[in-house]
T-cell receptor, first 109, second 120 residues
Framework: GQNIDQPTEMTATEGAIVQINCTYQ??????LFWYQQHAGEAPTFLSY??LDGLEEKGRFSSFLSRSKGYSYLLLKELQMKDSASYLC??????????WGAGTKLIIKP | GAVVSQHPSRVICKSGTSVKIECRSL??????MFWYRQFPKQSLMLMAT?????????EQGVEKDKFLINHASLTLSTLTVTSAHPEDSSFYIC????????????????FGEGSRLTVL
């Protein structure tokens, strides 16, 4: 079956760095997405990786290793507004998105 | 970036009534829109894929007669929850792609704000 795994919850300190991991097993691969979702709101797009390596976008970076079925989202210089759920999603061979359950990130002052 | 607008953001209705949720792409044409449902503390669950001018493709376990989807134009898709019951209470979210031919070639989905449905 298809499966996306990511930690349920993480806690970090304001100003620090946090890495949210995502491992996946899917039938085919057409890219991996990271989305941010604040409570009660719809997700917003953060990143898209289809080739191995690191994609940097401001304070957020996303890494992909297709051979390992692994990705991580790296958040630097954490701010209180970064408290949210972070969703990992993989597009399979049918171009269907398979969603992880999300990682709730709690930022403490 | 592209904007997707969803309306209403919140709706409370009595059991047995029908509720319509609209999803509009404001500044681009979306040949394909997606409808999701999300229960508290759970991930998004794809309900159906809506293609302009054709019947929606429903995911397994989603009742197409209960969740009516219409995609009559390139900028509007609607989800109607018919004869709603308390178990239908959920957060419904639509998304649209900028990809060509309905695919996600650009690698990005744009989401509406979501609609929280509460059925009493």
């Amino acid at each position: 079956g298809q499966n996306i795994d990511q930690p349920t919850e993480m806690t970090a300190t304001e100003g620090a760095i946090v890495q949210i991991n995502c491992t996946y097993q899917t039938s085919g691969f057409n890219g991996l997405f990271w989305y941010q979702q604040h409570a009660g709101e719809a997700p917003t797009f953060l990143s898209y990786n289809v080739l191995d390596g690191l994609e940097e976008k401001g304070r957020f970076s996303s890494f992909l290793s297709r051979s390992k079925g692994y990705s991580y989202l790296l958040l630097k210089e954490l701010q209180m507004k970064d408290s949210a759920s972070y969703l990992c999603a993989v597009m399979d061979s049918n171009y269907q998105l398979i969603w992880g359950a999300g990682t709730k990130l709690i930022i403490k002052p | 970036g592209a904007v997707v607008s969803q309306h209403p953001s919140r709706v409370i209705c009595k059991s047995g009534t029908s509720v319509k949720i609209e999803c509009r792409s404001l500044d681009f044409q979306a040949t394909t829109m997606f409808w999701y449902r999300q229960f508290p503390k759970q991930s998004l669950m794809l309900m159906a894929t809506s293609n302009e001018g054709s019947k929606a493709t429903y995911e397994q376990g989603v009742e197409k007669d209960k969740f009516l989807i219409n995609h009559a134009s390139l900028t509007l898709s609607t989800l109607t929850v018919t004869s709603a019951h308390p178990e239908d209470s959920s957060f419904y979210i639509c998304s649209a792609s900028l990809g060509t031919s309905g695919g996600i070639g650009s690698g990005e989905l744009f989401f509406g704000e979501g609609s929280r449905l509460t059925v009493l």
